[in-house]
């Protein structure tokens, strides 16, 4: 499975954008990247996912290299309710292809 | 709509017991999953199912046993529990996104179970 690195934990102001940065330089034509995150004493929930283009929904934005190597999850306007761990995850199109999750990045969020 | 239940909430075994823990869905989906996670750690596939009738090992599936026993439902068997085995397990299952192709897995709250 191809593998993903992403920072331990980051910190950012409330009200202020975040910019969660995930690489994937083993990452295959077939794979594509999907995050999900992780509130506390929750079930992690999907967040967004893409391929080659940028994507935007109502969560977030997924930033995505021009390469594939590497991608960036964006959350325009941080609140306290974004603190979770975020997860970076690849995945094939096979839709049988099982989930694996990494350590991902636990992001703080400062009032 | 109640999404993915797991049942029970909370459990306390004490080693060599056996135990199942049930997950169903009514989301219609057929990909189903089970995940323990440890504390301040990530999560870890177990088990998981593509469909009903089929199981394939995860990362982590030793000392469990699982059962897809119809679409909705798919279950988590320790046989003989372990220390090793205190976690809080987590059951999901997925949908198929299109445009582009993606999966959304939905996951329920957990099982926290403690083996002494």
């Known amino acids: ?3 993903t690195t992403q920072p ?9 954008p ?5 690489n994937h330089s083993t990452i295959s034509g077939t794979d594509y990247i999907h995050w999900y995150r992780q509130l506390p004493s929750q079930g992690p929930e999907y967040v967004i996912h893409g391929l080659t283009s940028n994507v935007n929904n109502r969560m977030a934005s997924l930033a995505i290299a021009e390469d594939r190597k590497s991608s960036t999850l964006i959350l325009h306007r941080a609140t306290l309710r974004d603190a979770a761990v975020y997860y970076c995850i690849l995945r094939g199109g096979n839709r049988d292809d099982k989930i694996i999750f990494g350590k991902g990045t636990r992001l703080h969020i400062l009032p | 709509n109640a999404g993915v239940t797991q049942t029970p909430k909370f459990q306390v075994l004490k080693t060599g017991q056996s135990m199942t823990l049930q997950c169903a869905q009514d989301m219609n989906h057929n990909s189903m999953y089970w995940y323990r996670q440890d504390p301040g750690m990530g999560l870890r596939l177990i088990y998981y199912s593509a469909s009903e009738g ?13 059962s897809r026993l119809n679409k909705r439902e798919f279950s988590l068997r320790l046989e003989s529990a372990a220390p090793s085995q205190t976690s809080v397990y987590f059951c999901a299952s997925s949908v198929v996104l299109r445009d582009p192709i993606g999966t959304e897995a939905f996951f329920g709250q957990g099982t926290r179970l403690t083996v002494v």
């Open chain 1, 1 to 3: 499975d191809a593998k």
């Open chain 1, 18 to 22: 975040v910019h969660l940065p995930c």
């Open chain 2, 54 to 66: 089929t199981t394939d090992k995860g990362e982590v599936p030793n000392g469990y046993n699982v």
């Open chain 1, 8 to 16: 331990n934990s980051m910190e950012s102001n409330e009200e202020e």
